[in-house]
Nanobody
Framework: QVQLEESGGGSVQAGTSLTLSCSYSLYSHMRYIVGWFRQFPGKQLDEREGVGAIDKAGRTVVAESLKGRFTISKDPAKDTIYLHINTLKPEDTAMYYC?????????????????????????WGRGTQVTVSS
C-alpha cells in the first residue's frame, strides 16, 4: 500500500525557516518520484502548485520561481522526503502536500520540470498547513 504523511507545518514569522517532512511507504523495488505541492487559500485542489520533487535516485527539481529559497532532500534510511523553506514570506501561506507516482523517474532537467504537474501524481498525503505572519 502506498502511503504518505506530511508533518512540520505550523504558524511562523516571516523571515524564518521551516522544514517539512514527508514520510512515505512505497514499493521499494519500483522507481518513483515524490513531489511537494501547495494549495493557496481560496484555491481549489486542481490549482495546486508544484514546488519541487525528487526521484528514487535522488535527482531533484524545484520550480524556477522558488529556486534559492526551497530545497528538496531525502533520507532513504528513514523513508522521508524533506522540503526546506528559507526566508519564509506571507505569500508562502498554503496547505503543503506531498505526493507520489510509481514507475517513473527524471530522465532530464526538462523532464523533471514537466513532472512538477500535480495531475501526474496518483497518491497524496493529507497535507500540512503553513501559515506565515508578517
Amino acid at each position: 500500500q502506498v502511503q504518505l504523511e506530511e508533518s512540520g507545518g505550523g504558524s511562523v514569522q516571516a523571515g524564518t525557516s521551516l522544514t517539512l517532512s514527508c514520510s512515505y511507504s512505497l514499493y521499494s523495488h519500483m522507481r518513483y518520484i515524490v513531489g511537494w505541492f501547495r494549495q493557496f487559500p481560496g484555491k481549489q485542489l486542481d490549482e495546486r502548485e508544484g514546488v519541487g520533487a525528487i526521484d528514487k535516485a535522488g535527482r531533484t527539481v524545484v520550480a524556477e520561481s522558488l529556486k534559492g529559497r526551497f530545497t528538496i532532500s531525502k533520507d532513504p534510511a528513514k523513508d522521508t522526503i524533506y522540503l526546506h523553506i528559507n526566508t519564509l514570506k506571507p505569500e508562502d501561506t498554503a496547505m503543503y502536500y506531498c505526493a507520489a507516482e510509481m514507475g517513473t523517474e527524471f530522465f532530464s532537467d526538462s523532464d523533471a520540470r514537466r513532472k512538477l504537474a500535480a495531475d501526474l501524481y496518483s497518491w497524496w498525503g493529507r497535507g500540512t498547513q503553513v501559515t506565515v505572519s508578517s
